[in-house]
């Protein structure tokens, strides 16, 4: 399919580990998100990439978290340090247009993040 | 900042009953768009509908239809003869900026 793709689908790792997700966009979307959802909750913002580079990245929760888009297609969302509470889905979207427009974003299945 | 209010955190109807999903949100912006994605249980977000703040024509789509009310910062979702299938969580969305979600109103569709 041509939608986007996350993996792992599943991590479960420890407390304290080092963990990285990926995310492959929709061929041809320059503008790529992440987002976390907590179980009741809905997505929240992480941060936006706009090409390689990281045009918005204030919905970090803290200096643990750090994501790449090197090449302007794959990114890869990496956390430093796993703590309990950094347990969630995380999700991916890719769109057209800038963030400041109104293109809908397609989202990704998620990487259903577990820290022990 | 921007905020999306589902205050609806659960409904349940009986197949071909009519609902209506809730949605409140409030921005500072003039210019922003307003979404409705549902959630099936297998977790991918699918998008709905989008509607940008000049545009307060509501929109019929099957069973699906959207009421856009600006006065009343209201941007309500109605399916009309519900099915099983529609079984989701659904999630209002507003986009200054940034994609901000409401918290999601799950909905069940009994038989």
């Known amino acids: 399919g041509a939608g986007v793709s996350q993996t792992p689908s599943n991590k479960v790792t420890e407390k304290g580990k080092y963990v990285e997700l990926r995310c492959d966009p929709i061929s041809g979307h320059t503008a790529l998100y992440w987002y976390r959802q907590s179980l009741g909750q809905g997505p929240e913002f992480l941060i936006y990439?706009?090409?390689?580079?990281?045009?918005?990245d204030s919905g970090l929760p803290n200096d643990r978290f750090f994501a790449v888009r090197p090449e302007g297609s794959v990114s890869t969302l990496k956390i430093q340090r796993t703590e309990r509470g950094d347990s969630a889905v995380y999700l991916c979207a890719s769109s057209l247009g800038t963030s400041g427009s109104g293109s809908e974003q397609f989202f990704g299945p998620g990487t259903r993040l577990t820290v022990l | 900042a921007q905020k999306v209010t589902q205050a609806q955190t659960e409904i349940s109807v009986v197949e071909k009953e009519d609902v209506t999903l809730d949605c409140v949100y409030e921005t500072r912006d003039t210019t922003y768009y307003l979404f409705w994605y549902k959630q099936p249980p297998s977790g991918e977000l699918v998008f709905l509908i989008r509607?940008?703040?000049?545009?307060?024509q509501n929109e019929i789509s099957g069973r699906y239809s959207w009421n856009f009310q600006k006065s009343t910062s209201s941007f309500n979702f109605t399916i009309t003869a519900s099915q099983v299938v529609d079984s989701a969580v659904y999630f209002c969305?507003?986009?200054?900026?940034?994609?901000?979600f409401g918290t999601g109103t799950q909905l069940k569709v009994e038989l």
């Open positions: 969305a507003l986009k200054g900026n940034k994609l901000t």
């Open positions: 990439f706009q090409g390689t580079g990281a045009a918005d």
């Open positions: 509607r940008n703040s000049f545009d307060e």
